[in-house]
Nanobody, 123 residues
Framework: QVQVVESGGGLVQPGGSLNVSCAASGRILRIYGMGWDRQAPGKQRESVVKWPTGGPVDLANSVKGRFTVSRDDAKNTMYLQMNNLQPEDTAVYYC?????????????????WGQGTQVTVSS
């Protein structure tokens, strides 16, 4: 099957930076897209970034100019670089990877979420 593992996150002071990564492994035939959501305490989950393969990056207005994404398709990994972090960025960040399962042929679609990683911005 397919597994998705997040790493990174942690505690940082306002204005600081963090990098989180999201890696997929397993029987992956093709990746359609990757993205990140976040959920702050007491708030609804919101999209941070959506990145369809071959398409434009769609960043939430609240993070534009501060967050950037990159990906290594050979490693099925996406990276979220977060700069100038603010207390309102404090949340659990969840990545997802969406695509097709299989090795020599198509076996089905998947959309797998990571386990979530805590990002805390506080002085």
């Amino acid at each position: 099957q397919v597994q998705v593992v997040e790493s990174g996150g942690g505690l940082v002071q306002p204005g600081g930076s963090l990098n989180v990564s999201c890696a997929a492994s397993g029987r992956i035939l093709r990746i359609y897209g990757m993205g990140w959501d976040r959920q702050a305490p007491g708030k609804q989950r919101e999209s941070v970034v959506k990145w369809p393969t071959g398409g434009p990056v769609d960043l939430a207005n609240s993070v534009k100019g501060r967050f950037t994404v990159s990906r290594d398709d050979a490693k099925n990994t996406m990276y979220l670089q977060m700069n100038n972090l603010q207390p309102e960025d404090t949340a659990v960040y969840y990545c997802y990877i969406q695509g097709e399962r299989g090795t020599s042929g198509y076996e089905g679609d998947f959309k797998i979420w990571g386990q979530g990683t805590q990002v805390t911005v506080s002085s």
